[in-house]
């Protein structure tokens, strides 16, 4: 009995450590959504950008981040016990997320109706899950079940829309309103939630694994081809066929 209170106690301290990491660097994780927001403003300031102020900035991407962050909003609440740890940074994610592409759809009104569509979308989904904290406890299995389901859907969508994100970059050769900052504080993020969803255990820690290492892949990519644009030949053919 006391080997077995030993291992618990362990488990609880590894959890505990990484969770509190894990918390820390989302929250510079989200010092980078704000960069990225901050510099689609700061474009929108600068006369040779303000019509353009989201160039380049996937919506396909920022969308399935949204769903991302939230996801593991509601995964967090229908968790036993609550997990603070995922549930609080992951809302505050989403509503920078969603200040992300409210800026996307003010910048690209010939896309209007697809795009308040999909906002329209995210706004119930957000308020039903605000509804759905409050009522976590009664209803935990299903929302568990929900939420994991979601998020394997969300894990197949990210890499998907990061795809998208980054053959716009290849195809344009440059990077456009799409901030570095940003990639290079999620990354650390999706780190350090490797390492918590370890000591969580797989069994209810997969989900969160299989997320962050597929965001952690493209995060790596998108890093790479800012540097490619700058050393790359092709990448600046492909920026003077767009000029000509």
Same mark, same amino acid.
């Given at each position: 009995?006391?080997?077995?209170?030993?291992?618990?106690?362990?488990?609880?301290?590894?959890?505990?450590?990484?969770?509190? *990491?894990?918390?820390?660097?989302?929250?510079?994780?989200?010092?980078?959504?704000?960069?990225?927001?901050?510099?689609?403003?700061?474009?929108?300031?600068?006369?040779?950008?303000?019509?353009?102020?989201?160039?380049?900035?996937?919506?396909?991407?920022?969308?399935?981040?949204?769903?991302?962050?939230?996801?593991?909003?509601?995964?967090?609440?229908?968790?036993?016990?609550?997990?603070?740890?995922?549930?609080?940074?992951?809302?505050?994610?989403?509503?920078?997320?969603?200040?992300?592409?409210?800026?996307?759809?003010?910048?690209?009104?010939?896309?209007?109706?697809?795009?308040? *569509?999909?906002?329209?979308?995210?706004?119930?989904?957000?308020?039903?899950?605000?509804?759905?904290?409050?009522?976590?406890?009664?209803?935990?299995?299903?929302?568990?079940?929900?939420?994991?389901?979601?998020?394997?859907?969300?894990?197949?969508?990210?890499?998907?829309?990061?795809?998208?994100?980054?053959?716009?970059?290849?195809?344009?050769?440059?990077?456009?309103?799409?901030?570095?900052?940003?990639?290079?504080?999620?990354?650390?993020?999706?780190?350090?939630?490797?390492?918590?969803?370890?000591?969580?255990?797989?069994?209810?820690?997969?989900?969160?694994?299989?997320?962050?290492?597929?965001?952690?892949?493209?995060?790596? *990519?998108?890093?790479?081809?800012?540097?490619?644009?700058?050393?790359?030949?092709?990448?600046?053919?492909?920026?003077?066929?767009?000029?000509?």
């Amino acid at each position: 009995m006391p080997t077995i209170n030993v291992v618990k106690n362990t488990s609880m301290n590894s959890y505990n450590t990484f969770g509190s *990491i894990n918390t820390l660097f989302i929250f510079i994780s989200l010092l980078g959504v704000l960069s990225q927001l901050r510099k689609i403003w700061r474009r929108k300031q600068c006369a040779a950008t303000k019509h353009n102020a989201a160039e380049l900035l996937s919506l396909n991407q920022f969308s399935v981040s949204f769903l991302a962050y939230f996801s593991f909003f509601v995964y967090g609440y229908s968790l036993e016990p609550f997990n603070h740890y995922i549930v609080w940074p992951r809302l505050i994610a989403s509503i920078l997320v969603g200040l992300i592409l409210f800026e996307i759809w003010r910048d690209r009104r010939n896309k209007a109706s697809m795009i308040c *569509i999909a906002i329209a979308i995210v706004i119930v989904i957000f308020i039903f899950g605000c509804a759905g904290l409050s009522i976590g406890n009664s209803y935990s299995d299903e929302s568990r079940l929900l939420s994991t389901t979601l998020i394997v859907v969300v894990t197949l969508l990210i890499a998907q829309g990061y795809y998208h994100q980054i053959m716009l970059i290849i195809r344009s050769g440059k990077t456009g309103a799409i901030d570095l900052r940003m990639s290079q504080f999620i990354l650390m993020m999706d780190i350090s939630t490797i390492a918590f969803a370890l000591s969580m255990g797989l069994n209810d820690g997969w989900p969160l694994l299989t997320l962050a290492i597929v965001s952690g892949i493209t995060k790596l *990519i998108i890093m790479f081809l800012f540097r490619w644009v700058n050393i790359s030949a092709a990448a600046e053919t492909r920026r003077m066929e767009k000029i000509a």
